[in-house]
């Protein structure tokens, strides 16, 4: 089922796309727009490195009109900024995020980023620099995050910024907490409504952190606010496309909810997942038109609809009902990318999306 479905998608792709204005929303374009999805990159100095030929694939792609990262901008083993901690730990890259943060600025068409796992939730981990201890506190990573890939609530990176819609910018008084959230964003465009979650991978910031950043009570609050600020906002997208008509919906975030690695002995889970699973399973089922969930976290492409069979070995890990209509896309990612999907959304189409994934690394 798996391959018939990326066959198809590919052999529906028409290449063609229509600029679509920055600086708005552009609620109501019926034109097809082509997107540029990654992540899980750089994770290496190496290809660090050779950003810029990805950089110049997307760029001189003439369909190109928006850019999607979906999170981890470096590897698991690589340390990540120290914070706001004094003294810094042993091992730290201070200087990481606004290198990649510069790469985004380079990108001609506007950028969305969601973040990953590795550039906050994973942070105390030992692995992420050195033996010895952690090189981050997860919680002054994210600000570090917000703070700069975020500054402008509303606004995207790159060189051609545009208008979203950030959680941020929205006020509920019933829940102060998720104003909080300025990187989960969303938009209408080309009759399709895209959304961005804060979902990080190690089972949704399910693991404990390790000292000397142990902080039960800080950790599970932090995931209780964000599941809650999640659950929240995807409810709104699904509003907003039903009230608006949208042919589509486009999620797009970080952890793969139904990577098989996180089941095996010694793995990190999956149930930090499955409220958000659900709740992707019923809004879709109501909606009954198709939605595309983009992710990253596992470093393998796949194209699939993982919710489709009940019984399927997707299908059991989160106790859906079936969901003929959600397709999913997992980005190549880690050392070996060499790739980023090309994804064009055609309002016309009955499938609405199709894509193909190109090489910029010879």
Same mark, same amino acid.
């Given at each position: 089922?798996? $391959?018939?479905?990326?066959?198809?998608?590919?052999?529906?792709?028409?290449?063609?796309?229509?600029?679509?204005?920055?600086?708005? !929303?552009?609620?109501?374009? /019926?034109?097809?727009?082509?997107?540029?999805?990654?992540?899980?990159?750089?994770?290496?100095?190496?290809?660090?490195?050779?950003?810029?030929?990805?950089?110049?694939?997307?760029?001189?792609? +003439?369909?190109?009109?928006?850019?999607?990262?979906?999170?981890?901008?470096?590897?698991?083993?690589?340390?990540?900024?120290?914070?706001?901690?004094?003294?810094?730990?042993?091992?730290?890259?201070?200087?990481?995020?606004?290198?990649?943060?510069?790469?985004?600025?380079?990108?001609?068409?506007?950028?969305?980023?969601?973040?990953?796992? /590795?550039?906050?939730?994973?942070?105390?981990?030992? $692995? !992420?620099? %050195?033996?010895?201890?952690?090189?981050?506190?997860?919680?002054?990573? &994210?600000?570090?995050?917000?703070?700069?890939?975020?500054?402008?609530?509303?606004?995207?990176?790159?060189?051609? $910024?545009?208008?979203?819609?950030? !959680?941020?910018?929205?006020?509920? !008084?019933?829940?102060?907490?998720?104003?909080?959230?300025?990187? %989960?964003?969303? *938009?209408?465009?080309?009759?399709?409504?895209?959304?961005?979650? /804060?979902?990080?991978?190690?089972?949704?910031?399910?693991?404990?952190?390790?000292?000397?950043?142990?902080?039960? +009570?800080?950790?599970?609050?932090?995931?209780?606010?964000?599941?809650?600020?999640?659950? $929240? *906002?995807?409810?709104?997208?699904?509003?907003?496309?039903?009230?608006?008509?949208?042919?589509?919906?486009?999620?797009? &975030?970080?952890?793969?909810? *139904?990577?098989?690695?996180? &089941?095996?002995?010694?793995?990190?889970?999956?149930?930090?997942?499955?409220?958000?699973?659900?709740?992707?399973?019923?809004?879709?089922?109501?909606?009954?038109?198709?939605?595309?969930?983009?992710?990253?976290?596992?470093?393998?492409?796949?194209?699939?609809?993982?919710?489709?069979?009940?019984?399927?070995?997707?299908?059991?890990?989160?106790?859906?009902?079936?969901?003929? /209509?959600?397709?999913?896309?997992?980005?190549?990612?880690?050392?070996?990318?060499?790739? *980023?999907?090309? &994804?064009?959304?055609?309002?016309?189409?009955?499938?609405?999306?199709?894509?193909?994934?190109?090489?910029?690394?010879?």
């Amino acid at each position: 089922m798996k $391959r018939f479905f990326a066959i198809a998608s590919i052999a529906l792709f028409i290449a063609a796309a229509l600029c679509v204005p920055t600086g708005a !929303q552009n609620n109501e374009s /019926n034109n097809k727009i082509t997107l540029a999805v990654f992540g899980d990159w750089p994770y290496s100095t190496t290809l660090l490195n050779e950003a810029p030929l990805l950089i110049n694939s997307i760029n001189s792609d +003439p369909k190109v009109r928006l850019v999607v990262h979906v999170g981890d901008i470096h590897s698991g083993s690589m340390p990540c900024t120290g914070a706001g901690l004094n003294p810094p730990p042993p091992v730290y890259a201070p200087l990481w995020n606004i290198g990649i943060f510069n790469l985004f600025e380079q990108f001609k068409n506007p950028v969305v980023y969601t973040p990953g796992d /590795n550039e906050w939730t994973d942070c105390h981990k030992r $692995r !992420q620099g %050195n033996n010895v201890v952690g090189s981050g506190a997860p919680m002054n990573e &994210l600000a570090a995050v917000r703070n700069l890939f975020f500054a402008n609530p509303g606004l995207t990176l790159g060189v051609h $910024r545009k208008r979203v819609e950030s !959680q941020a910018e929205v006020v509920d !008084q019933d829940h102060p907490t998720d104003a909080q959230f300025v990187e %989960n964003v969303m *938009w209408k465009e080309s009759q399709v409504v895209f959304v961005t979650l /804060n979902v990080p991978g190690s089972n949704n910031d399910g693991i404990p952190w390790t000292a000397p950043f142990t902080n039960e +009570p800080a950790r599970t609050t932090e995931v209780e606010q964000r599941n809650g600020a999640n659950l $929240r *906002w995807l409810e709104r997208a699904f509003e907003k496309a039903e009230t608006e008509d949208a042919k589509a919906v486009l999620i797009a &975030l970080q952890a793969d909810m *139904w990577d098989p690695a996180a &089941l095996v002995p010694g793995g990190d889970g999956l149930s930090g997942y499955t409220t958000l699973v659900q709740k992707i399973a019923d809004l879709a089922v109501q909606f009954d038109r198709p939605v595309l969930l983009i992710n990253g976290d596992s470093h393998v492409f796949e194209a699939d609809q993982p919710l489709a069979d009940p019984n399927s070995s997707t299908g059991v890990i989160h106790h859906t009902q079936a969901v003929p /209509n959600l397709f999913r896309i997992t980005v190549e990612g880690s050392t070996a990318a060499d790739e *980023w999907v090309r &994804l064009t959304i055609d309002p016309h189409s009955s499938a609405i999306f199709s894509w193909d994934r190109i090489q910029y690394l010879p």
